[in-house]
């Protein structure tokens, strides 16, 4: 499962003060000309949505993705799916708006009922046609658990990764925005901050370095030296679901590098073995394939959430 950030350019990121002594972001972005010199286009990157509160959207799912392109990319973005017939649900916003408040993450609150576009965008992602026939009767969940609902997204990605429901979903999301930085309004090193893992490679420090004996392949050539388990070993895991892949995204959005899983159930079959190996020994930098195992119970509903059919 593929989740897409399209760059065409390389960035180069300038950081230079302008006549108010205030730092601006300046994106040079490279491309071929047509006689294959390099072209250099210069262009102010536009400022970032804050994080730290709440959103509201009135015009569905084009409005929420403009939000996350907004974004800096790699936040943390919770969507409140509001349905006005869950009465227990009025409190909520308040809820949300103080749990918020200066954190690296923002709250996408859509109305369900009051506007079309956003019924439409509920439909979409969490909720189906009432189960009873009966006048007035409510829409429900999809996976069918009980109201109220959120859904959790990684920017720019309207994919959700998670989505939180019934009783305790207030608590989860308390419990994953207090889990998040303090959002501080300091733009000149949170941008400066950005670009430099982006220039580190997108993947911060969470990985392995790779061993000695990737470099031997790189250089031979020769397949025979790495076993089929190192292969496979070379490879990071997603083991605790989402909470992995949120961490892992935050990274590669910020390098605005795509992220591909490669999901298993009882171990890979002899023939995708060897496509890894190929990988390996061509590539052995690549450090955006993931393996999940679709038997461990966090990575199961993960699955379940990205449309991973067993």
Not at 5 to 30: E, K, M, N, P, S
Not at 97 to 126: C, Q, R, Y
Request: glycine residues 8%.
């Amino acid at each position: 499962h593929e989740h897409h950030h399209h760059h065409h350019h390389r960035h180069h990121a300038h950081l230079h003060r302008d006549h108010h002594g205030h730092d601006q972001h300046i994106d040079a972005q490279t491309s071929d000309g047509d006689d294959g010199t390099i072209v250099s286009t210069s262009s102010e990157v536009r400022s970032h949505l804050a994080p730290g509160r709440v959103v509201k959207i009135t015009d569905g799912g084009s409005e929420a993705q403009h939000v996350l392109d907004s974004i800096k990319p790699g936040t943390t973005v919770v969507v409140h799916w509001d349905a006005e017939w869950h009465v227990e649900g009025a409190a909520i916003p308040k809820q949300l708006d103080g749990m918020v408040t200066n954190k690296e993450a923002l709250v996408i609150h859509v109305d369900i009922g009051s506007h079309p576009p956003n019924w439409s965008f509920a439909m979409e992602k969490v909720m189906r046609k009432p189960e009873s026939n009966r006048q007035g009767a409510k829409p429900v969940l999809k996976d069918g658990r009980k109201w109220p609902c959120f859904t959790v997204h990684i920017a720019p990605d309207l994919q959700p990764i998670e989505v939180l429901a019934g009783t305790h979903a207030v608590n989860s999301v308390r419990k994953l925005i207090a889990s998040l930085p303090e959002y501080s309004a300091d733009l000149s090193s949170l941008g400066s901050d950005v670009y430099a893992r982006r220039e580190r490679g997108g993947n911060g420090g969470a990985r392995r370095t790779p061993g000695a004996r990737t470099e031997v392949i790189g250089q031979e050539g020769d397949m025979s030296i790495i076993s089929l388990e190192d292969v496979v070993a070379h490879f990071p895991r997603i083991s605790n679901g989402a909470v992995d892949l949120r961490e892992q995204l935050k990274t590669f959005a910020q390098g605005k590098k795509n992220l591909c899983i490669l999901w298993e159930e009882d171990g890979l079959p002899l023939k995708v073995v060897k496509a890894l190996q190929t990988i390996v020994s061509k590539r052995p930098e690549a450090d955006n394939l993931f393996l999940a195992d679709v038997t461990v119970a966090a990575n199961a509903s993960l699955g379940k959430a990205l449309g991973v059919k067993r």
